[in-house]
Each structure stands twice: as C-alpha cells, then as structure tokens.
C-alpha cells in the first residue's frame, strides 16, 4: 500500500513540477538521480548477484529504455497537456495491458471474465478520455491518448523484463534498467536546452521526492511486500494507484472532479478487478503453443509463493502495476 501510494502521488507531483521544469528533463533529473542511489545500494549489498552476461545486459537495458525513457516521456507529455486525475484514472488499464500483451506474446488462452474485465476497463478508460476531450479540448484529449499509449510500453517492458531477469534481485534489475532510462532521458532532455534553467526550490524538492520515493522507495517497498504474499494480492492492492493518484491530484493540485470522470474511474477499476479475480481462482491459463512456458514453472511458481518467507529478496522484481516473475515501470 505504501509503494502503491508513493507511485500515486508522481502524477500529481510531476503536475506541479511541470510548471518549472520541461517534461523530458523532469524524466532526465528523476532517473538520472535514481541510477546514482541504486548503484550505491548495488554496490554496497552484501548479496550481490552475478553480473548479468552481455545477451541479458542488452535485454535489461532495452526493457528500460522502453519502460522508462519511453513510458515516461509519454506520461510526462500527457501529464502536462492533460491532468492528474486522468492520468491516475488511466493508468488503472495498465495491468490488463499488460495481461493483454502477455497473453498474446505467450498465445495463452483469454478466460471469458478477464475478457469482460479488459472490455469493462477499455470502456472505463473512454469515458475518462471522452470527458478530457469535453473539459479540455483537444489538448487535454492529446494527452489522454498519450497516456494509453504509455501503458502499451509499459506492457512491452513487462514482457521484456520477465525474460531478462534470471539470476538477479530486485536492486540490480532495476539499476540496469534504471541506468538506460537515464541515458534515454538525458539524450531526449538535448530537445529542450533552450528551456533549461534552475528549478526553484519547491521544483527541486519535489524532483527528489520523485527520485528517491517514487523511482527507488515505491520499487523497493513493493519487492518487500511481495516477498511475503502471493503476487495475485500484491497487484491486487496495486489497483488502489487510480484512488491515491485522484485524491492527490485534488489535493496537491486542486484539481476538480467531474461525474464522468468518477464513473469512468470506478468502471475502470471494477474491470481490473474482474481481471484479477479471474486469476486469484483460476490461475492464469494454460498455453495454447507448446514450449510458451517452461516445464514445471507453474508447479515452481506455486511453491515459491507458498514456502517460507526467505531472509533475502527473491530474483522477483516489480514494476508499478504487475510482478514479472521475478512484473517487472509498475
């Protein structure tokens, strides 16, 4: 719930900081930030993993590239041209997403109730927009259809990730994949050097803030949560991100509610919890394609998730919205 609530609250927060700093260099100073603090706790761990080979390297930094650099320059730009609570609204389509993609990557089979959820979230998802395009104009509208367009990247890292993180924990995954968000931003952030100037001092403040507790404290409370509940539940609390992220934008920002946007909002959650109530009972569905999942990983994954709580941190690493088996932003 804390991670949940730390990541929340980036969307408002980003609103406010979006008034001094361009969009590409908030992404620029967050990340950049956060790479410098997880490769301190990297290197520091008294458990550090094996350096991951070159193949797995090249497929972490692809993933945070696309997970980071790309997801959050459209958050950032959709943030600014739209609002908050769109954003928090919008983002509750995330993990059905990224079931979505998944399931298509691994040609798994669709169980009739997570179809209703993703079609009750995809409804929930228009009205949210369809109230941008009312309220804002096309400006507003723009950034809604940026940040659906965030949650198909951030579906892609999810499916990247989960093939790329074997034999590593949660810091050191995240720190690759940290490393080349970094570098994607701080190319991106050359597009507005004519705008760069000194943030002020409530800017600067909340740019940490989205450094040390959105990007290294919501990753690190969400793998030790996860550590100790089936993963199902964790994502499960994860879908109180759209209730934090509306309240935030109301309060930090003043931000004002509108019935459409509620009800757009309460369906989307409803579908995502569809979505996961079909995997709390059923477990996830079996693949169609022969070799789409390795010989006895559901029989390991059941037991994984049953044992004892181990004194380390599994080589599980999250993201904002979903675990790959490790999520894997989430």
Known sequence: ?????????????????????????????????????????????????????????????????????????LENVGVDLSTASDASLIVATYPLMTMVV???????????????????????????????????????????I???????????????????????????????????????????????????RMPGATASSLLVYLAVACSVGGFLLYNYGLRRMASSVAVNILNLVPVFGVIGAVVINGESIRLAQVTGGVIIIVGVALGMLERRQGGTAKPVAKGSEPPGTATTRNAVENRPVPDEPEAAVPTAYGVIDRHGSR
């Open 1 to 73: 719930m804390a991670a949940a609530l730390f990541w929340s609250s980036s969307y408002a927060v980003t609103k406010k900081v979006l008034e001094d700093v361009s969009p590409l260099s908030i992404g620029a100073i967050r990340f950049t930030l956060a790479a410098l603090l997880l490769s301190v706790m990297v290197r520091l761990s008294r458990h550090r993993p094996a350096r991951p080979d070159p193949r797995q390297r090249r497929q972490l930094y692809l993933s945070g590239f696309l997970g980071i650099t790309v997801y959050f320059i």
């Open 102 to 144: 998944e399931l298509v990557v691994f040609r798994s089979r669709m169980p009739l109730l997570r179809v209703t959820g993703v079609l009750l979230a995809t409804f929930g998802a228009f009205l949210v927009v369809r109230n941008g395009a009312e309220v804002g104009g096309s400006s507003r509208w723009l950034g809604d």
């Open 146 to 196: 940026l940040l659906l367009l965030g949650g198909l990247a951030w579906a892609g890292y999810n499916v990247l990730g989960k093939r790329a993180s074997a034999g590593q924990n949660a810091a050191s995954v995240t720190y690759y994949q940290t490393l080349a968000g970094a570098a994607g931003f701080l190319l991106a952030s050359l597009l507005e050097a004519d705008d760069w």
